[in-house]
């Protein structure tokens, strides 16, 4: 699984066997930002909500997915939805990456047009939110500090079908106990 330069190794070791101990258990080792996972606005807000404090009820709601370039304007839809997914395709060659380069993010003038819009949530299929060089995480804090949750690492396979349709998505994170963010389960249902 690609992650972060510096970010915990992520491993899946068998711990426990069948034949050995009558059961299967498996040692899971990732950091809270590893794969398809929800960044609470703690992960860079001093005193923001952690995982274990985010509502339920934001972790829900009619969603859409809209292609997204960052080198682009980013047209949004007029219909209001809930939650904005951002489609880059950035993730369509995962089996390939070891560790994260040139991905895609989101410029700090569109989260700002999303928070304007009045999502609940935003996610995007790249590793994360800013830029490789950015320094001040302006798309992370902007969000966040409108209490508004980033779900990164979205699987670009299944999101390119979702593209400018409607759908309720439900986003189930870990209830880590003051986690700054958390691995996710991410579900897209028709509406």
Not at 28 to 55: M, W
Not at 153 to 161: A, C
């Amino acid at each position: 699984m690609p992650y972060f330069k510096g970010d915990p190794v992520p491993e899946v070791k068998q711990f426990r066997t069948i034949g050995k101990d009558g059961y299967n258990v498996k040692e899971i080792r990732i950091g809270t930002h590893t794969g398809t996972h929800i960044d609470a606005p703690s992960h860079f807000i001093e005193g923001g909500k952690n995982v274990d404090q985010l509502n339920i009820s934001d972790l829900w709601g009619v969603a859409t997915c809209i292609p997204y370039n960052p080198h682009r304007k980013m047209e949004l839809p007029l219909q209001h939805y809930e939650i904005i997914f951002l489609y880059t395709g950035y993730n369509l060659k995962w089996h390939e990456f070891k560790i994260f380069e040139n991905y895609s993010y989101i410029k700090k003038e569109d989260a700002q047009k999303l928070r304007e819009y009045g999502v609940k949530l935003v996610g995007i299929d790249s590793p994360t939110a800013d830029s490789e060089n950015s320094k001040d995480f302006e798309a992370h804090r902007i969000l966040l500090t409108g209490y508004i949750p980033i779900v990164e690492n979205l699987n670009s396979e299944s999101l390119r079908s979702l593209v400018n349709h409607s759908f309720l998505a439900q986003i189930m994170p870990l209830l880590i106990k003051d986690g700054d963010g958390s691995p996710a389960r991410v579900v897209a249902i028709e509406a």
